[in-house]
């Protein structure tokens, strides 16, 4: 049982992670298809409040995943 629900556990984890990974990579299109007459203010304000946070809870989750995993052992 113990098994099972580790497993389902780490594939919440995948699907969690890859929505992260998502979103990061349409952020990463947006601020490359800004116009530059929208200025690097709005590139350095999506960078800070969108980019950042997402790629540090990315760092984290993978950092959970890597427990669960070696837990799991």
Same mark, same amino acid.
């Given at each position: 049982?113990?098994?099972i629900?580790? $497993? /389902?556990v =780490?594939?919440? *984890? %995948?699907?969690v992670?890859?929505?992260? $990974? /998502?979103a =990061?990579?349409v *952020? %990463?299109?947006?601020v490359?298809?800004l116009?530059?007459? =929208?200025?690097?203010g709005?590139?350095?304000?999506?960078?800070?409040?969108?980019?950042?946070?997402?790629?540090?809870?990315?760092?984290?989750?993978?950092?959970?995943?890597?427990t669960?995993?070696?837990r799991a052992?």
């Amino acid at each position: 049982m113990a098994i099972i629900l580790i $497993e /389902e556990v =780490l594939m919440g *984890l %995948d699907a969690v992670k890859v929505s992260l $990974e /998502e979103a =990061l990579t349409v *952020l %990463d299109v947006l601020v490359e298809d800004l116009s530059p007459a =929208l200025g690097e203010g709005l590139r350095t304000a999506l960078e800070h409040t969108l980019r950042q946070p997402l790629r540090s809870r990315l760092e984290v989750l993978e950092h959970l995943q890597a427990t669960v995993d070696a837990r799991a052992a």
